[in-house]
């Protein structure tokens, strides 16, 4: 088995190393937040790649939070596409995405328009549309 690099690339995508990209999100205090709704998609995105459920719990909104999270076994995630972001008012947002996973040998995609509550400055998933 091959080790994993101290700095690996970020799973989600953009062309930076995980502790410049979406894990100083991941490990920062809580006055270290995404700046904005596509920032915080993409780091949950990587937290899903990387299996960081206290930060998916903690960076969805709690009236639509669950009360645990599962990870589903040997699921490997593929990749990333932001295909929209658009503010709604200065506190609400929606990105647009696609991702790509592979379960059982079988490949996947969840496309995704997901809304944004910003609440005491923090971006919070709030919940979902699955798109055909």
Do not use: N
């Given at each position: 088995?091959?080790?994993?690099?101290?700095?690996?690339?970020?799973?989600?995508?953009?062309?930076?190393?995980?502790?410049?990209?979406?894990?100083?999100?991941?490990?920062?205090?809580?006055?270290?937040?995404?700046?904005?709704?596509?920032?915080?998609?993409?780091?949950?995105?990587?937290?899903?790649?990387?299996?960081?459920?206290?930060?998916?719990?903690?960076?969805?909104?709690?009236?639509?939070?669950?009360?645990?999270?599962?990870?589903?076994?040997?699921?490997?995630?593929?990749?990333?596409?932001?295909?929209?972001?658009?503010?709604?008012?200065?506190?609400?947002?929606?990105?647009?995405?696609?991702?790509?996973s592979k379960l059982a040998g079988?490949?996947?995609?969840?496309?995704?328009?997901?809304?944004?509550?910003?609440?005491?400055?923090?971006?919070?998933?709030?919940?979902?549309?699955i798109q055909p």
């Amino acid at each position: 088995m091959r080790a994993m690099p101290a700095d690996p690339p970020c799973p989600c995508g953009l062309p930076a190393r995980l502790s410049a990209c979406c894990g100083r999100w991941h490990a920062g205090p809580l006055h270290l937040q995404a700046p904005d709704a596509a920032a915080l998609m993409r780091s949950r995105y990587s937290a899903f790649v990387l299996r960081l459920a206290d930060y998916l719990l903690a960076t969805w909104h709690p009236r639509t939070r669950p009360p645990a999270l599962d990870f589903e076994p040997g699921q490997r995630w593929l990749g990333l596409q932001v295909l929209a972001h658009q503010m709604q008012d200065a506190d609400r947002a929606t990105v647009a995405f696609v991702a790509r996973s592979k379960l059982a040998g079988r490949a996947q995609v969840l496309a995704e328009t997901s809304r944004f509550v910003r609440e005491d400055g923090r971006w919070l998933y709030l919940d979902g549309t699955i798109q055909p």
